[in-house]
């Protein structure tokens, strides 16, 4: 485990015991197969798919 994802394990678990913050998994693939229309015209404007392009780098798909 790099230090980073280290000291992230200890932050969140640090969160939960002393300010009771609560964690919750989510599946995201229904959500994107929703939003999916909503992204194909964005895709379809040059200056939103340059920013949807970055941002799905950046999510790694």
């Known amino acids: 485990m790099s230090a980073v994802a280290s000291q992230i394990e200890k932050s969140e678990a640090l969160a ?11 599946e995201k693939g229904p959500l994107i197969e ?20 970055t941002i799905f780098t950046v999510q790694g798909r």
Request: aromatic letters at 6%; glycine letters at 4%.
């Open 34 to 53: 929703r939003m999916q229309p909503m992204y194909d015209d964005a895709l379809a404007n040059p200056v939103k798919a340059k920013l949807l392009e």
């Open 16 to 26: 939960e015991s002393k300010l009771g913050v609560k964690y919750t998994i989510v």
